[in-house]
């Protein structure tokens, strides 16, 4: 029996049963998107991988739900009924390991959208765009935001064809949806904007879009951070710095949960926050604590309310992991750059070879660095990640003695 027993309880969201409670975070899967909209074969191998190492559920990072209102298609999957078996394959190579997939859905990026020549950024009001603050967003209409919302349930349709198990809703660091359900960028004067139930009326058309279109029992989520952590516009903190939260602060992320729930959303998947201006805080650097203190203040989530909890900030610590799931004050631990580094974390784990897990150093290199620089995801200690196939460690047809001269980084990987 491994000791960490809580980590491999069984969970349902919804009536969907993860056979622990263990997921991937969502993580762009830069590089790895083909012209069409779909994921490629290396996309399907990197999260079969994370699936072959015992992880109970794979989210995927953002895929698209149109492609006319925001026009930054090429940059993300965009599940469509002409690519429907992809995302069939992707979901078969997941299941074959007993895991579960939830895509995750995205209308896009808003104000935090790449400048592009001839295309004015959209949002929830007119802002300021992050990348150029002379450029001014357009905030989108009702029938804009209705298009969208109907984009919701029209891939939902095609996911539950495709024997995807659930979708969870991008609701994080400053995009889109979170440009919506936050007064400092949502101005509006309409139904859309207002009291933080009107803000949240985007996110809570949508699961109920959703559900309408394929059941109640269809497991859908909800990713937010629990604050901001911004001193002005376009100014965020550090840790250990005094400020007044200019964006969302806990309590009002406390009062989000409980909306949420009422609003028909069937779980929570909730880190410290952040946005672009506070980005580190979303992806914490090696200088932040496992956990990002986060064990300290989640509970105050998962007393208000009755669906899971799902925690994500560099919890690749087990014994931190299971003490947060023993101490109830989350229900499911959410690894990102922990799985990047070593896709058999769950499995070591489970075997209790804690020293053999490869540990991501949170230096934010091989993922945010090639990612940003135009790159394909990867990561800094292990060469591997999303290059399975290619590098795949194979017995040797015929076996040979070799001697490595050497024991620097090149040295120890030839000889490992």
């Known amino acids: 029996m491994t000791m960490f027993e809580k980590l491999f309880t069984p969970i349902k969201i919804n009536k969907l049963e993860i056979k622990n409670r263990i997921a991937m975070a969502p993580m762009y899967a830069a590089g790895l998107t083909e012209p069409g909209g779909t994921y490629s074969q290396r996309a399907i191998d990197y999260f079969e991988e994370r699936a072959k190492g015992g992880t109970g559920l794979i989210i ?10 925001e026009k930054l298609i090429f940059l ?33 990026f808003g104000r935090n959208a790449p400048i592009m020549p001839g295309v004015q ?5 007119p802002v300021p765009a992050f990348f150029d603050p002379l450029v001014t967003c357009r905030g989108l209409s009702i029938e804009e935001v209705e298009k969208i919302v109907k984009g919701f349930g029209d891939v939902a349709e095609i996911l539950v064809q495709s024997g995807v198990d659930g979708v969870e809703i991008h609701g994080h660091e400053g995009y889109l949806i979170d440009q919506f359900a936050t007064s400092l960028w949502n101005r509006r004067g309409d139904k859309y904007g207002g009291s933080l139930q009107d803000r949240l009326r985007f996110p809570m058309e949508i699961v109920q879009e959703i559900k309408r279109r394929v059941g109640q029992d269809y497991p859908v989520t909800y990713r937010y951070g629990l604050r901001h952590y911004l001193k002005a516009f376009d100014h965020g903190v550090v840790p250990g710095e005094e400020y007044k939260e200019l964006g969302r602060d806990l309590d009002e992320s406390i009062q989000m949960a ?41 509970n105050q989530i998962t007393e208000a309310v009755d669906i899971p909890v799902m925690v994500c900030s560099s919890f690749d610590n087990p014994g931190l992991a299971e003490r947060v799931l023993k101490e109830e004050k989350a229900d499911m631990i959410v690894l990102g750059r922990g799985l990047l580094a070593d896709p058999y974390w769950p499995q070591k784990v489970w075997e209790g070879r804690i020293e053999d897990i490869r540990p991501c150093i949170a230096c934010d290199t091989g993922c945010q660095g090639r990612m940003n620089g135009g790159g394909v995801l990867a990561c800094a200690v292990n060469p591997v990640t999303c290059r399975e196939r290619l590098w795949e460690l194979r017995p040797a047809i015929k076996p040979k003695t070799v001697m490595v001269i050497g024991g620097g980084v090149g040295g120890m990987e030839a000889a490992r």
């Open 258 to 298: 409980k909306l949420l729930e009422e609003g028909g959303y069937d779980g929570l998947h909730i880190d410290a926050g952040g946005s672009y201006n506070s980005y580190y805080w979303a992806h914490p650097p090696m200088y932040m604590d496992h956990g990002v203190g986060l064990d300290a203040i989640i």
């Open 76 to 108: 993300v999957p965009y599940p469509t009924p002409l690519n429907m078996s992809n995302f069939k394959e992707l979901a078969e190579a997941v299941h074959f390991h007993e895991s579960k997939l939830f895509l995750q859905l995205t209308p896009g």
């Open 121 to 125: 950024p959209i949002s929830a009001s």
């Open 60 to 69: 995927t990072g953002v895929n698209r739900v149109e492609g006319e209102i």
